[in-house]
């Protein structure tokens, strides 16, 4: 079974675009740089619309 749905992968793929185009933001406004990073928004972004991602991993305290 797959970890992730067809939304998931819709998202990430605008994310993906809007990064090449220099329009992809992060949440204090900056520009997007990094692909990991422009993933991350896209998979957030999923997660909000209620697509089929798997959680976030607990941070880990020392």
């Given amino acids: 079974m797959s970890k992730y749905g067809p939304k998931a992968s819709e998202k990430v793929e605008e994310a993906l675009h809007e990064m090449k185009e220099g329009q ?3 949440g204090t406004g900056r ?4 692909r ?6 896209g998979l957030s972004e ?3 619309a209620g697509g089929k991602v798997p959680k976030r991993k607990a941070k880990k305290t020392a």
Avoid: G, M, P
């Fill in 24 to 26: 992809l933001k992060t």
């Fill in 46 to 48: 999923a997660r909000e």
């Fill in 36 to 41: 990991k990073q422009a993933v991350a928004i």
């Fill in 31 to 34: 520009k997007v740089t990094s």
